[in-house]
């Protein structure tokens, strides 16, 4: 995963979950403009603890795990959605 799908992920919960940016950037100690930046993929670099304070507010669990030849599941559901 990219940190332009990262941050498509965190907006979408946020927008799900009715928070303001700022409201989500306070609530996770980062200021309203880097998580705007995470949020549009235009950050050039996102410290760990970013992401996992982030994740937590938001339901989601950070993990890392060995790489994997075969498509995961989000990358199946893209190229159906490319493709019609």
């Known amino acids: 995963m990219n940190l332009v799908e990262i941050g498509h992920l965190i907006a979408t919960a946020r927008k799900k979950r009715k928070l303001t940016q700022g409201e989500l950037a306070r609530e996770a100690g980062i200021g309203r403009t880097t998580l705007s930046l995470i949020e549009n993929g235009s950050i050039n670099e996102i410290g760990i603890n970013k992401i996992i304070a982030l994740g937590e507010l938001l339901g989601f669990e950070v993990a890392i795990q060995e790489k994997s030849s075969r498509p995961t ?12």
């Open 73 to 84: 599941l989000q990358q199946l559901l893209a190229e159906k959605d490319n493709h019609g």
